[in-house]
């Protein structure tokens, strides 16, 4: 079996010395279902931009992905459909003009979005885009004041409780709600026979008791503040719009998030920016830079994952054997080198004292790093700072920002330290925990400890990884599995808890360890492979796909090779499943493995078909090195 173990890393890395860019990034799509698609249709129809070409592309991709009952789903296995996504499948596809209502694939679609409970069962974020296009009325009452961006950081919760996702999403919002802001234009379509005439305000907004207490006390915290209140309103639109502004990447977008770029754009409209404004144009501009071509079809990413992408395969062709002096690695790290932040961003807010030198996702962030992306670009460059000892100064800037990134229960956060206020539990927001915390997770923590341990000096004993292990040990769930916040879902937490656990020096007889791989032994395939539904997330626990795919055998492979210091028959299986199906090209191949949203947002990393079987067959090569 070694001998195919063997041949099949070369061919992987063959595979992927081909696909590298000039510049010496990975640019794998970063592909997130259609509704980017739509909202680009959407945007450009808005602002009366005629890109016809691009209207037409994307157009052809909504329509290929429509199920034959007229629904559009984020994953396979999704049931029947999804009803946001075939409502915003819809809008875009009635405004671009290219498709009637008549039209049959239009007809089943309404029929769908009807008998699933219209519009107004639709996500919040669709509800949002639906009222500042003109296809619904905003709702009279809207459960963040602008003022909140007023309170200072003292206040229990403050405008730098949210995360920075949130923070870039919700800013426009609130300009947007506050101004009752509406867009329609002489070819906006008619999506009234998708609301009854009782439901023209489809947004809900659950009022608990404690919401209203909590509300009152924003009120009281506002009327605190000093200044007549037109003016205080006045104050926090302008703050609103410079946080915005202040903001904006190399690129014209909004911290590089197609969403929050959307969004801004409709913001400075409402406060009297023309549709041809420079900053218009440039937004635009960057968001059609995110366009990729899948299978000869155009789709507009969410954002680009260039460092993602470059810095976790630099560090998996090295574990393959491929040295820090090939060319493929040199280009990829100097890359990886010329995209370290030098900027302070907002995480400064929670954290004062550290300097920049993190690294972030996307090829134009320069602002907002985050945890993962720095420890994997470390990996990746680890090897060259020793041979290389000008660059030690990055690797340093790298480490130091990192551990400042610490939250105060241990474990690491994405992108802001401690913004994981119980109290945002109370906003009536759907989905608030996943759009507005950035809490502390073991997909983030275990590779962080994974990093720290094979990559630094740091004594086992030192004081953030004993307490990064208690957090670890404290979150583990009762069937001895991990939940990954930004992978699906359970197999990814677990993989990134257990092999970080083991490169701090935490031993197999460990009981959380055992826990773990006595349960990814028990939801192996009869095939020897892995798979995970997308639905564990939202029903908060493991849901088993019945298929196995290619990444999620990967990680559990390498979390059970961490372990073991024998081959096991759960090894060897899953090492046979890995070499017989490397090459497989069907819908588990294509099926999302990244997260965002619980029951939303849906990541399909082109990349991670390579990335992980590389490391799992690296890694299996390396601790056993007898043939068999």
Not at 39 to 63: A, G, H, P
Not at 525 to 552: A, F, I, M
Not at 582 to 606: C, E, L, S
Request: glycine share 6%; aromatic share 12%.
């Amino acid at each position: 079996m070694l001998d195919k173990v063997n041949i099949n890393l070369h061919d992987l890395i063959e595979k992927v010395r081909k696909d590298q860019s000039p510049n010496g990034s990975w640019k794998y799509p970063f592909e997130t279902g259609i509704s980017t698609d739509c909202y680009m249709i959407i945007l450009l129809r808005s602002l009366e931009i005629n890109d016809e070409k691009l209207v037409q592309q994307l157009t052809e991709r909504i329509l290929s992905r429509q199920e034959k009952n007229g629904a559009w789903k984020l994953f396979y296995d999704e049931g029947d459909g999804n009803l946001s996504a075939t409502v915003e499948a819809y809008y875009a596809l009635l405004y671009s003009g290219l498709i009637k209502k008549t039209d049959p694939r239009m007809k089943r679609a309404k029929s769908f979005i009807v008998k699933n409970g219209g519009l107004k069962k639709s996500h919040m974020f669709t509800k949002f885009m639906l009222a500042l296009t003109g296809q619904q009325k905003w709702p009279t009452f809207f459960p963040l004041p602008l003022e909140i961006l007023l309170l200072p950081t003292s206040f229990p919760i403050h405008f730098y409780s949210f995360s920075e996702f949130g923070r870039a999403n919700l800013t426009p919002i609130m300009i947007l709600a506050d101004k009752k802001f509406q867009l329609r234009t002489k070819n906006s379509p008619d999506l009234s026979e998708l609301t009854s005439k009782r439901e023209e305000d489809v947004f809900e907004f659950r009022h608990s008791p404690e919401w209203r207490s909590f509300y009152s006390g924003i009120q009281q915290a506002v009327k605190g503040l000093i200044g007549l209140p037109t003016h205080l309103h006045q104050l926090a639109i302008e703050q609103a719009r410079q946080y915005m502004l202040r903001r904006i990447e190399p690129d014209g977008t909004f911290l590089g998030y197609f969403s929050s770029t959307f969004l801004m754009i409709f913001a400075l409209l409402s406060l009297g920016y023309p549709k041809n404004h420079l900053l218009i144009r440039n937004a635009v501009n960057g968001l059609k830079t995110m366009k990729t071509e899948i299978n000869g079809q155009t789709h507009m990413q969410y954002t680009t994952a260039d460092i993602w992408n470059t810095s976790l395969l630099g560090y998996a062709l090295q574990e393959a054997g491929v040295p820090a002096s090939d060319p493929m690695i040199k280009i990829a790290n100097h890359y990886l080198f010329n995209r370290q932040h030098y900027k302070y961003g907002d995480w400064a807010i929670q954290n004062p004292t550290a300097l920049p030198g993190g690294w972030g996702f996307a090829d134009m962030n320069t602002i907002h790093p985050d945890v993962d992306d720095t420890t994997s670009s470390l990996r990746s460059i680890a090897r060259t700072i020793k041979k290389e000892p000008i660059n030690r100064q990055s690797w340093q800037l790298g480490l130091q920002w990192l551990m400042t990134m610490q939250n105060d229960d241990g474990g690491w956060p994405a992108f802001e330290k401690n913004t994981d206020s119980k109290l945002l539990s109370l906003l009536p927001i759907e989905k608030a925990e996943y759009i507005l915390t950035d809490p502390s997770s073991a997909d983030v923590t275990g590779r962080t400890l994974e990093y720290l341990g094979k990559y630094t000096n740091l004594p086992k004993d030192h004081p953030s990884i004993k307490s990064a292990i208690r957090w670890l040990t404290n979150n583990q769930e009762e069937n001895g599995s991990w939940y990954g916040r930004w992978g699906i879902c359970y197999i990814y937490g677990t993989w990134g808890a257990v092999t970080g656990l083991r490169a701090v020096g935490v031993l197999p007889t460990y009981s959380a360890i055992k826990k773990a791989i006595i349960w990814l032994e028990s939801i192996q395939n009869q095939d020897g492979g892995w798979g995970e539904s997308c639905r564990s997330d939202s029903k908060n626990k493991y849901v088993p796909l019945k298929t196995s795919t290619l990444t999620h055998t990967a990680w559990a492979l390498d979390a059970l090779i961490s372990v073991s210091e024998k081959r096991t028959k759960a090894i060897d299986n899953g090492i046979r499943f890995l070499l017989e199906n490397v090459d497989r090209d069907d819908w588990t191949t294509n099926y999302p493995k990244g997260q965002g949203m619980a029951g939303d947002f849906y990541i399909h990393y082109h990349s991670y078909r390579y990335i992980f079987p590389l490391l799992a067959l690296s890694h299996y090569q390396k601790k056993y090195p007898k043939k068999s």
